[in-house]
């Protein structure tokens, strides 16, 4: 049963992600007068890490993203045992809040799914800014790894109690901050598969990076982070809902 509830905790979070960030640049993004624009979006994603962290930290580690558990595995935070199960969650978590988005942006008159984008990630022709296929991998390579490297730290046993999803949400705000332009950014294969399954087409054909480039960055965040810090003895332990 408390394996069920953390898979829960995890498909609740990860909707929220998804449907509250790509929500805030499918439907709110885009109004001259009224929109929130590029750093509204970028907020907007830090928010959904940072009150689900509170919600449902104490529950399931609150990791909401594929390349999180990946990373916290390689760093040494959570057990190899429970990687598969928490990124199914994430997964179906990023599905479900694709699809309620995808329900309330059609309810609007003219509403085109696949020329809106759909929030969609890319590179080349499908990049905001025209970034080509390697700056696109590199860019979301590094920033993973980054991302990583401030969740490691923020919920390390050392680290001022109860700031983590601060600091882990303002590091997703900055994220988007630098790579919007770059590749809508992901950093979170499960927030791309969502929005990828209902545009189709060049968004499933260019989903892969956003699963490769984000699972080596995360990876590579968690094992740099368990080498320039190691967390005492005493504080390692299997039980995710530790972390945050």
């Known amino acids: 049963m408390e394996n069920t509830r953390k898979l829960a905790a995890e498909l609740i979070g990860t909707f929220w992600l998804t449907f509250g960030g790509c929500g805030s640049a499918v439907l709110a993004a885009g109004f ?42 390689a760093g040494g935070r959570f057990p190899a045992s429970g990687v598969l199960p928490y990124i ?24 085109d799914l696949v020329a809106s984008g759909f929030a969609a990630n890319g590179y080349g022709a499908h990049s905001p800014g025209g970034y080509s296929a390697g700056a696109a991998f590199i860019a979301e390579v590094v920033l993973t790894a980054g991302f990583l490297f401030v969740i490691m730290g923020a919920t ?45 087409g060049w968004a499933l054909a260019q989903l892969w990076m956003f699963w490769v480039a984000p699972l080596i960055g995360g990876a590579a965040g968690g094992l740099l982070y368990r080498w320039i810090s190691p967390m005492p003895q005493q504080d390692v332990v299997g039980d995710p809902s530790h972390q945050r």
């Open 156 to 200: 390390h046993g050392r680290a001022p109690v109860q700031f983590a999803p601060i600091a882990i949400g303002l590091a997703l705000t900055l994220i988007h901050l630098i790579s919007i332009p770059v590749t809508n950014t992901s950093v979170n294969p499960a927030r791309s598969t969502g929005p990828a399954l209902f545009v189709g």
């Open 88 to 111: 199914i969650a994430q997964v179906l978590g990023g599905i479900l809040g694709a699809f309620v988005l995808y329900v309330i942006a059609s309810g609007a008159p003219g509403f």
């Open 32 to 73: 001259p007068e009224l929109g929130i624009g590029f750093a509204g979006v970028s907020l907007a994603f830090g928010l959904t890490v940072l009150t689900m962290a509170y919600a449902i930290g104490h529950v399931s580690g609150c990791h909401l993203n594929p390349a999180v558990t990946v990373g916290l595995a």
